[in-house]
């Protein structure tokens, strides 16, 4: 079974700071690294895809991905009460499937 | 919103009945992808279905069936439902011609098995 590993949290930061959520996956050939954000009671919602080593920022959003180390995180600079929601990190390497991690909760304070 | 929809929002069925579940793509999409997420946890791969013809099938028993249609919407049938199956289902719409694998949700359908 090709694992997705998310830390489930929950993880607990301050108004106006940065969010940094991992996962790791131990499929080597994963092709696509995609985050979603779930808010309770809803559905997923794709914020960030990235396939290439680097970072892909996206306004207050930035993607990391290291191949070789099988990493990728989602960097949230100045987070708002509104980014609290369980964030699902997905990776595919057919294009199809999307293998998911367990999520992390944020929970962002006043 | 991402014109991905789902029918119906919550369903209560009785163990041993069947269910079938409907969505329907978003404009331009010609691919539908379902998923079960149990409480608590991630989504996972029932399979997937592009022009008509089941793409990719994850580790669920027959009794999970699917089907598209030639406008691209698609159904999702349980049949002899256990009191596992009680999650909520999520189909995903993407665009064979877009980016790998990235794929868009429906809000969902809730279905508890009693």
């Known amino acids: 079974q090709k694992e997705v590993e998310q830390n489930s949290g929950p993880l607990s930061v301050p108004e106006g700071a940065i969010a940094s959520l991992n996962c790791t996956y131990s499929?080597?050939?994963?092709?696509?690294f995609f985050w979603y954000r779930q808010y309770s009671g809803k559905s997923p919602e794709l914020i960030m895809s990235i396939y290439s080593n680097g970072d892909k920022e996206d306004g207050r959003f930035t993607a990391q991905l290291n191949k070789a180390s099988q990493y990728v995180s989602l960097l949230i600079r100045d987070s708002q009460p509104s980014d609290s929601a369980t964030y699902l990190c997905a990776v595919t390497n057919s294009g199809y499937a999307l293998n998911f991690g367990k999520g992390t909760s944020l929970l962002v304070t006043p | 919103e991402t014109g991905v929809t789902q029918s119906p929002t919550h369903l209560i069925k009785t163990r041993g009945q069947q269910v079938t579940l409907r969505c329907s793509s978003q404009s331009g999409h010609n691919t539908v992808s379902w998923y079960q997420q149990a409480l608590g946890q991630g989504p996972q791969f029932i399979f997937q279905?592009?022009?008509?013809?089941?793409?990719g099938r994850g580790n669920f028993p027959p009794r999970f069936s699917g089907l598209q249609f030639p406008n691209y919407s698609s159904e999702l049938n349980v049949n002899a439902l256990e009191l596992d199956d009680s999650a909520l289902y999520l189909c995903?719409?993407?665009?064979?011609?877009?980016?790998?694998?990235?794929?868009?949700f429906g809000p969902g359908t809730r279905l508890t098995v009693t």
């Open positions: 499929d080597r050939g994963s092709q696509s």
């Open positions: 995903a719409s993407s665009s064979g011609a877009g980016p790998l694998g990235e794929q868009y």
């Open positions: 279905y592009y022009r008509e013809e089941e793409n």
